[in-house]
C-alpha cells in the first residue's frame, strides 16, 4: 500500500503516490548526472539529452512535436503561461468557462486588471459549457478561450474538440486545462484542435512541481519569467530535469494503463456510487447526465455540514475532499458546485488512482455509512 499508515487515500485528484518506477527513473539526475542541460560540457550534455528525451516522450504521448512541449513547475504556471501569455502578446477579449481552476480564472483576473475584458462562460447542472453562450462571446472580440477538457471537482468532461472547432471558426486561441484529464481519458492535442493545452505530472503518478505546456506552432506568448532563455524563451529558470524524466515516464505508463485503467476504476467507482446513493437518503451525485472522468465521484448530501462529516472521515482513516456549496461552516462555497446550481449543505469527492483497490472501496463504503449516520445523529 502506497501510504506508510493505515489511512485509506481517495483523494487522486489532489495528488496522487508517485508510481515506482518514476522514482527509479528520476533517481540517477538528483544524484551523479547532476549537470546543468545549459552547460556545454559532457555532464552539461548528458542533462540536456535526458531533458530532451523526455521532451519527446511527452510530445508523443500528447501527439504533438517535441518542440510545442514547454516544460513548467506546475500545471497552474502552464495555465497562467497559456492565459496571461497569450493576452500579453495578442490583447483582444479572453474568455473561460465558470468553472475552471483557480489558476485559469485568477490568470483571468489579473489579465482583466491589465485591461482585457473577460467573459465567463455559464455551465449547465451537470456543469457542462453553455456552447450558445460560447458562439455568443466569439462573435465579439474574443481571442482566447479557456475551456478545461475535465473538471477537478465534478469531474464533467467538456466537449472541447467541438469548442475547439467553433475557436478556430471565429479566429480565436483554444487553451484547454487538462491536467484533471490526461493519463485518465484519451487526450491529444490534434483529437482536440486546441492551440494551448495544460498538464502536470502529479495528477498520474508524477512529481508534484512540475508540470508541460503544449504550445501549437505559431501561437503567440509572451513569456512569464525572464532570465537564461531556456525553453525556447518561453520559461526561464534552470531546468528541473528530473522533474521532466519523471512527468515523461508517469505520462508514458499513465498512456499505456489508461483504457484498461478506465475501466476497473469506473466500475469501483460506480459500485462507491451506488452504495453510497442507497445507504443515505438524499444523497446526489453531481454531474449526472454528463460525461464524467472515470475516476471521480462527487456527492451532494443534504442537511449534514462538510467539515463536520471530513473530519469524522480523518479520524476513520479516510482521505477524501470537500467542496461546498454554501456559507456555512469554514469551507468556502465552490464556485464549480454555484455555477451549477448545486444546493447542498455537504459535498463530498472521492477520487480513485492506480493503486486503488475493491477492498479498499468496500472499507470506504463501510466508514462512509458509520460516519453519515454517526452525524446524522448528533445533528438530530
Known amino acids: 500500500h502506497p501510504m506508510t499508515d493505515d489511512t485509506l487515500y481517495l483523494d487522486h485528484a489532489a495528488t496522487t503516490p508517485v508510481r515506482p518506477e518514476v522514482r527509479d527513473a528520476m533517481e540517477p539526475f538528483l ?9 556545454s560540457h559532457g555532464p552539461g550534455r548528458a542533462a540536456r539529452a535526458a531533458l530532451e528525451t523526455a521532451r519527446e516522450r511527452v510530445a508523443a504521448a500528447l501527439g504533438a512535436e517535441p518542440d ?47 485591461g482585457a475584458p473577460v467573459a465567463t462562460l455559464a455551465v449547465d447542472e451537470a456543469g457542462r459549457l453553455d456552447l450558445d453562450a460560447l458562439t455568443e462571446t466569439l462573435q465579439g472580440d474574443t481571442r482566447l478561450v479557456s475551456v478545461m477538457a475535465a473538471n477537478n ?26 491536467v484533471q484529464a490526461v493519463g485518465h481519458v484519451p487526450v491529444s492535442v490534434a483529437g482536440i484542435g486546441c492551440d494551448l493545452l495544460a498538464v502536470s505530472a502529479h495528477k498520474f503518478g508524477g512529481p508534484k512541481g512540475v508540470g508541460a505546456l503544449y504550445v501549437r506552432r505559431g ?8 532570465g537564461g532563455g531556456q525553453e525556447r524563451g518561453l520559461r526561464a529558470g534552470t531546468s528541473n530535469v528530473a522533474g521532466a524524466v519523471g512527468l515523461a515516464t508517469a505520462l508514458d505508463a499513465a498512456v499505456a494503463e ?6 476497473r476504476l469506473r466500475a469501483l467507482r460506480d459500485r462507491l456510487e451506488s452504495a453510497l446513493t442507497g445507504s443515505v437518503e438524499g444523497l446526489v451525485v453531481n454531474g449526472t447526465g454528463a460525461e464524467r472522468l472515470p475516476h471521480v465521484l462527487s456527492v451532494a448530501i443534504p442537511d449534514l455540514d462538510s467539515d463536520v462529516l471530513l473530519a469524522s472521515m ?18 468556502a462555497p465552490s464556485h464549480v458546485l454555484l455555477a451549477m446550481g448545486v444546493e447542498a449543505d455537504a459535498v463530498l469527492r472521492f477520487s480513485l488512482g492506480w493503486p486503488t483497490t475493491e477492498a479498499e472501496i468496500d472499507r470506504a463504503i463501510a466508514v462512509f455509512r458509520e460516519v453519515a449516520e454517526r452525524a446524522r445523529g448528533v445533528q438530530a
Open 31 to 39: 544524484a551523479d548526472r547532476f549537470g546543468n542541460p545549459s552547460s
Open 68 to 114: 510545442e512541449i514547454v516544460f513548467t513547475g506546475s500545471g497552474t504556471e502552464a495555465d497562467n503561461l497559456a492565459v496571461l501569455g497569450h493576452w500579453r502578446a495578442r490583447g483582444g477579449g479572453v474568455a473561460v468557462s465558470a468553472i475552471e481552476h483557480s489558476a485559469v480564472r485568477r490568470a483571468a483576473a489579473s489579465a482583466a486588471r491589465e
Open 153 to 178: 471537482e465534478v469531474g464533467t468532461i467538456q466537449p472541447v474538440a467541438e469548442i475547439a472547432a467553433w475557436c478556430r471558426e471565429h479566429g480565436a486561441t483554444f487553451h484547454t486545462d487538462a
Open 219 to 226: 501561437t503567440e506568448l509572451a513569456p512569464l519569467l525572464h
Open 258 to 263: 489508461q483504457a484498461a485503467e478506465a475501466r
Open 314 to 331: 480523518d479520524l476513520a482513516g479516510l482521505a477524501v475532499s470537500s467542496g461546498s456549496a454554501c456559507h456555512s461552516g469554514a469551507s
